[in-house]
């Protein structure tokens, strides 16, 4: 079924005297775009196998997996135990390191800890900006890109044609005909996927700016209520290197960019902190570089 042509709107037309086999547009609705289908036929024809991963992740235990141990330095792993009626989870150390701590300790700490930081309003408002006045030059350099994709493929099509005329009135060899057609059709796939990844990216993308933003002036908020996955995700993406928690303190192997850039106040880019800030920050897309050091704090 997932090599059948017919889904996504062709038809194939068998070898017949002369005539090669060759795949022809329908007059049909197709179920699947043609970009879907020639993904697929790529996959099958690579033999790629998607392999299930392992479940490692556990609702009971989401930093599993995020931090190491403050006495030796090996990751932490984490496993429940029985007792008093009910199962006890703990974040605990390899074999011969004695490291253990409750669970709920750990994430009540790491609650409180993101809720330290905070993502000053006159700060987001320029990041957003910035990236505003960025995203409209890349936006035009995309639509640009696109069209110039569009005119190659309607190029790449009217060459096929003039093969195909040719062909037909005798004037070129069936060997090379085929060998012009296939060439023509693999750049006419590559043009179609470099297309389809340009036409996914979303114009909506500002309002997911504005969206990210909102989560990082409200991350414990947002870590608390998410599940499993998403809670992960926000850890990794947030701290590029291991955690370390210890006497219900935690800090990091590495110094994280996007926490010092949180901890900024509006003076640190060179904006009044007054009414006004909001606006100044609107004002000034780019701003120049000065040699700060933020602080950060733990």
Known sequence: MVRNPIYCGKILIKAY????????????????SEQVFDTVQNVLANKKKIKAKPKTKSDFLPLRGFLVCPDCGKNLTGS???????RYFYYHCQPGCSQRVKADVVHNSFSEWLDSFSFKPE????????????????EADRTKEIRRLKCAIDEINSNLLK????????EIERDSYLRLKESYK??????????????????????????GCSVLSNLRQCYDTADVDAKQKLVGS?????????NGKYRTTKESELMRLLCLSGA??????NKNSRKSAGKF??????????????
């Open 123 to 138: 700060v987001a408002e320029l990041y957003l900006a910035i990236i505003e006045d960025t995203f409209k030059l890349e």
């Open 238 to 246: 947030i701290f590029p290197e291991k955690l370390i928690i210890q």
């Open 186 to 211: 693999q750049e006419e796939y590559e043009l179609r996927e470099h297309l389809a990844r340009l036409q996914s990216t979303d114009s909506a993308f500002m309002e997911y700016m504005k969206y």
């Open 163 to 170: 093969v195909e005329k040719k062909y037909v009135n005798d």
């Open 268 to 273: 640190d880019f060179g904006i009044s902190e």
């Open 80 to 86: 429940a135990s029985k007792g008093n009626g009910g």
């Open 285 to 298: 897309a780019m701003v120049a570089r000065r040699g700060i050091e933020p602080l950060f704090r733990e």
């Open 17 to 32: 005297r002369n005539e090669p086999e060759e795949i022809v547009g329908g007059i049909h609705e197709p179920i699947v």
